[in-house]
Every structure is written in C-alpha cells, then in structure tokens.
C-alpha cells in the first residue's frame, strides 16, 4: 500500500474517531461511562483500521496457509530436480500435466501402476484398451479397472511418455502416481517432509 493510501486512510480512521466522540458529547454520558464507550470504539476502529491497511499481508500469510495444508508445492531445485511439500494430511500431493491436462495427483509408492479416474483419462483424451480388466488394490478395497496409455505424465520439469495407466470410475476423484513413474527416476526419496524426484 502506497504511503498517500496510508495517510487518507488514516485521516479516515481519526474522522471517524471525531465523529463518535461528538456523538459522546452531545449525548452528555457520565464521564466514566462515556469514557469507556469511547475506549472500546477507538479499539474497535484501531483494529479495523490495522485489518484494511494489512490486508495484502494477510491475504499473503492466508495463501501460505493453505499451500501449508494443501501441500503439494514445487520447487524446482535443479535441472530434473522436483521436491513436493508433504501435505497436512501426511501424504505428498502435486498438480501435474496429464497429456498436456492439469490433474492432482496422490503420490503413492505402493501403488504399482499409475491410476486415474475415468473423468481425468476423458479430459486427457485417454481411451481403454480392449481386453480383459484389471483387479486393483485399492484403500477402500478391491476395484476393477481397464488399461490404457497416457501420452505424457509431466510432473514440474520431468516428464514420462507413453506410461501405463489404470482407469476406474472406482477410484473417483482420486488419480494416482505408482511406481512406474517413480522407478523410471534415477532416484526419489523423503527429505523431512519434502519429497524429492529426480529423472
């Protein structure tokens, strides 16, 4: 906030103060009383003055909040380098390209291939192969699931091609990242909590 925003908003906040201290004047309060009413006003406008000129300092702290609960932040550290901040929930979270698409992906080493939900392969162009289904393993059970072939998965800065993917209305908005994606990388590991790929 500029200084002159700053200076009309603080005439502002002593016009307002003048305003109610006549309004306490022309009601003729007991001193004590008055007195008291006229502190709580200043305490009141004091802080909403401070909330409106800090207001883009709150807002910033507010959206590192959220970064902090969502997680899934990336921070490209070098060339073929990606680290992802751990969620609140304790689980790393990361906002991908799917065929070119963006999707939120779970990344999950104990999943063995890459999943997606059948509404994420349709926004990424992604049809079911023919054949048989596939049984998957899933926290809430069994599900069965068909194959299909995603044209890229990019994560940050590394990217996959031609990777093999599950596809189930089962798994509903929940796409996951298994270990042929993680075990294409020369390594990954946690760090505290940060996860770090690297291709």
């Known amino acids: 906030m500029s200084d002159g925003d700053q200076a009309l908003n603080f005439i502002y906040f002593l016009g307002c103060l003048v305003l109610v201290g006549s309004a306490f004047m022309v009601r003729r309060l007991p001193l004590a009383q ?9 305490l009141i406008f004091g802080a909403a003055f401070i909330i409106f000129t800090l207001k883009d300092e709150f807002l910033a702290l507010g959206n590192r909040l959220m970064v902090e609960v969502r997680g899934g932040t990336l921070e490209e550290a070098a060339p073929g380098e ?11 979270w990361v906002d991908a ?12 080493s104990g999943a063995t291939v890459t999943s997606i939900s059948a509404a ?18 899933t926290a809430n ?9 995603a044209a ?14 599950h596809i189930s209305d089962s798994f509903g908005d929940t796409n996951v990242i298994g270990m042929n994606f993680l075990s294409s990388l020369r390594s990954w590991s946690v760090e505290g909590r940060t996860l770090v790929l690297r291709s």
């Open 152 to 165: 890229s998965l990019k994560v940050g800065n590394i990217v996959r091609n031609d990777l093999a993917v």
């Open 141 to 149: 059970g069994m599900v069965t699931a068909r194959r299909g072939r």
């Open 34 to 42: 008055g007195l008291k009413m006229f502190v709580g006003w200043v």
């Open 82 to 92: 990606v680290r992802i901040r751990q969620a609140a929930d304790g689980h790393f």
């Open 120 to 137: 994420a392969a349709q926004r990424a162009g992604i049809a079911p192969s023919g054949g048989m289904g596939v049984v998957v393993q």
């Open 97 to 108: 390209e799917l065929n070119g698409r963006p999707a939120r992906f779970l990344i999950d």
